[in-house]
């Protein structure tokens, strides 16, 4: 049976936006794998996450994983000391490209650290509202509307879900987990497929003692599974820029182990045509190693 392996592309910021997305588009155009790349629209505003000090386990994560290298004193001054540059309006030309050079296009958020720090603090039409500016954006961009999402920091609860139903998503990638289902919450089961994101990411693995930058690559090939899809998560910061020849010893591994690269959308529309048989989980708030805080997680 052959692997079958899916990428998911999270652009955070406006420097990962302009430098990092059209390095991936040549990775992934070079070893020939179609991507879903999802953008963050609005203003980029990374320098408030600055709250995130308090989360259990942020200082060890930074510590590994060398923040102002990949991101870069700029842009961790963003919204803050200095102004926050508007992704989608900075950026439109290079997000049509990805389009037309035949990759998967979705949303990300509008304003990333309002999403993943505040997501739980927001009412139901205050996340109406903020998903609503990133429809927006993707319309006037794009001229059409986004079809996927997948939440900033992997942050997502019902009310979210509500505003995805409200939207006839195709699909979201809001969780991490094993296998497409719908989520449930509090009883309530939501309408919007859910794929998961099923390997770590590179950095929950960077930094580590066990996995030194040679050895990464390796290590997620050997997490592969040829039952079901495989889903990976990078980000443009990362494998687009700071540790991108990490992002293509991955792909070279995987062209030569046979891996199957398939698209999202590809993969959901397929899924939903045997809508019957796909399974209702729980959808949890779990911790995920190497990250701080917790996350949106497929439960039983």
């Not at 958020?109 to 999403?115: A, F, L, P, S, T």
């Not at 996340?127 to 920091?153: L, P, Q, V």
């Not at 449930?184 to 770590?200: D, Q, V």
Request: hydrophobic content about 35%.
């Amino acid at each position: 049976m052959a692997v079958r392996l899916a990428l998911k592309v999270d652009a955070d910021t406006d420097r990962g936006t302009r430098i990092g997305i059209p390095n991936l588009v040549s990775d992934c155009d070079e070893f020939g794998a179609q991507a879903c790349f999802l953008f963050s629209l609005g203003p980029d505003q990374t320098g408030r996450a600055i709250t995130r000090i308090f989360r259990p386990g942020f200082f060890s994560k930074v510590s590994r994983t060398s923040v102002v290298e990949i991101y870069g004193v700029r842009t961790l001054l963003n919204g803050t000391l200095l102004p926050a540059p508007h992704v989608g309006r900075r950026n439109e030309d290079t997000l049509r490209r990805v389009r037309d050079r035949g990759h998967e296009v979705g949303i990300h958020c509008y304003r990333h650290y309002k999403w993943q720090d505040y997501l739980d603090a927001m009412d139901l039409d205050e996340i109406r509202e903020e998903f609503g500016r990133a429809r927006e954006e993707f319309a006037r961009i794009f001229g059409e509307e986004s079809r996927t999402a997948g939440a900033a920091g992997w942050q997502s609860n019902a009310r979210s879900r509500e505003v995805y139903d409200e939207a006839e998503l195709l699909y979201s990638s809001d969780t991490r987990g094993t296998h497409p289902f719908f989520p449930r919450i509090g009883g309530r089961t939501y309408a919007t497929l859910e794929i998961p994101s099923t390997l770590p990411t590179l950095d929950e693995l960077m930094g580590r003692p066990e996995f030194p930058d040679s050895a990464i690559a390796a290590h997620l090939i050997s997490l592969l599974r040829p039952d079901r899809l495989n889903v990976f998560t990078l980000h443009s910061e990362i494998e687009g820029m700071g540790r991108r020849s990490i992002f293509r010893e991955f792909l070279s591994a995987c062209r030569a182990a046979g891996v199957e690269f398939v698209r999202l959308d590809a993969e959901a529309r397929a899924l939903l045509g045997g809508r019957q048989s796909l399974p209702v989980c729980e959808q949890v708030m779990a911790t995920i190693e190497g990250r701080s805080g917790l996350v949106a997680t497929q439960g039983a």
